[in-house]
């Protein structure tokens, strides 16, 4: 009995040392996986921008195609699109924040004094407080640029914005002009067989433009909120603070707060505490307890996911991978729930049923 136990613990501690190489393994190879993105970031950036932007426009050049549009011009009309929204969304921020820079760099100021008097209040000395202030200082007056900002700054590896801007919209245009032939080829070379790689393709592109119209929607609906809220305090660039948050919507978790903290600091700096206190409670109310009345709904609607996998997967892809394991994060694991549904049949295989027993054998004699 006693050998039995020792051979069956024996064969648990291997089991268990295969699984922790098998572990190591895999750890190393995203590791170097990784640190090659990393290294090759100025092509592997504008090529993964670039596929997302296809993967989610791809139906507006297929409604062209349907139309007897051909598809390099349907391409072209989808890209100048895009184009020009980008340019009208870059053009209303940066214009709404230049023609009030005066009114944001006092509000700012304002905003430094208050604080350096609350810090007073609380029982810091006179040289703590300005100390805190003149931390925050540097920091403040960047706030309504950080999302503006927020692709350069996960791109600072390209040799600049325009580089990778370039890049990425002809990557997408020719994605988008070639789409079924890339598509095509990638399911011929995946390493499965052609019903499966055709499973898994669909699955992949179908989580990204899910994801993508879930977090529109709320990002819509937080700008909403947010820009009525600031809208009624009073508070200046009302429709820049709801344009920059619904921006922000689409850098997840991260944006949309990096978007309420301007809104706080210019109530703050030109209304008060009082208003900014109540501006505050506006960007919490919309980014938790009303989002999370729209964002169970989206989310299960679109990716049939809980807000809370959405939330971890995001948040830990993001530490791993930066901008890239943020935007991607909740569509890759979608995708996967759906390919395995997909495959599996949504779960356990139906048993088999038993086989039929013979016949008995009559032997007439």
């Not at 640190?35 to 592997?44: H, Y």
């Not at 002809?170 to 499973?199: C, N, Q, S």
């Not at 830990?316 to 991978?321: P, Q």
């Amino acid at each position: 009995m006693s050998d039995g136990r020792a051979g069956r613990l024996r064969h648990w501690l291997e089991r268990l040392g295969s699984a922790s190489w098998l572990i190591v393994g895999i750890m190393l190879v995203v590791l170097g996986a990784v640190w090659l993105l990393a290294q090759l970031g100025t092509i592997v950036g504008p090529l993964i921008a670039g596929a997302v932007i296809a993967a989610v426009a791809a139906p507006a050049v297929s409604w062209f195609s349907r139309h007897r549009v051909p598809r390099a011009a349907g391409s072209g009309v989808v890209m100048l699109g895009l184009i020009a929204v980008g340019l009208l969304v870059a053009v209303a921020v940066f214009g709404g924040i230049a023609s009030h820079a005066g009114q944001i760099d006092a509000a700012t100021s304002g905003a430094l004094d208050k604080i350096r008097q609350g810090a007073q209040d609380i029982g810091l000395s006179k040289a703590s407080a300005q100390t805190a202030a003149g931390n925050v200082k540097d920091a403040v007056p960047q706030i309504g640029h950080t999302l503006l900002k927020g692709v350069a700054a996960g791109i600072s590896g390209f040799a600049s914005v325009a580089v990778f801007l370039g890049f990425t919209a002809f990557i997408t245009f020719f994605l988008l002009k070639d789409g079924p032939a890339v598509r095509a080829w990638a399911e011929r070379r995946a390493g499965l067989r052609r019903d499966v790689a055709h499973v898994v393709m669909e699955d992949v592109l179908h989580a990204l433009r899910k994801y993508f119209l879930g977090l529109t929607i709320v990002s819509a609906f937080n700008a909403v909120i947010v820009g009525l809220g600031a809208l009624a305090l009073g508070v200046p660039l009302a429709g820049t603070i709801a344009l920059v948050t619904f921006i922000g919507g689409y850098v997840p978790i991260v944006g949309a707060w990096t978007a309420g903290v301007f809104a706080f600091a210019l109530a703050l700096g030109t209304q008060g505490t009082g208003t900014a206190v109540l501006m505050a409670l506006v960007v919490f109310a919309a980014n938790g307890p009303l989002q999370q009345i729209v964002q169970p709904i989206t989310y299960g609607a679109t990716l049939q996911l809980n807000p809370l996998v959405v939330f971890v997967c995001t948040i830990g892809a993001g530490a791993l991978f930066g901008m890239i394991g943020l935007t991607l994060a909740a569509p890759l694991v979608s995708a996967g729930v759906h390919i395995h549904d997909d495959l599996f049949g949504g779960g356990e295989q139906p048993a088999p049923a038993p086989a039929a027993r013979p016949a008995p054998q009559v032997t007439l004699t």
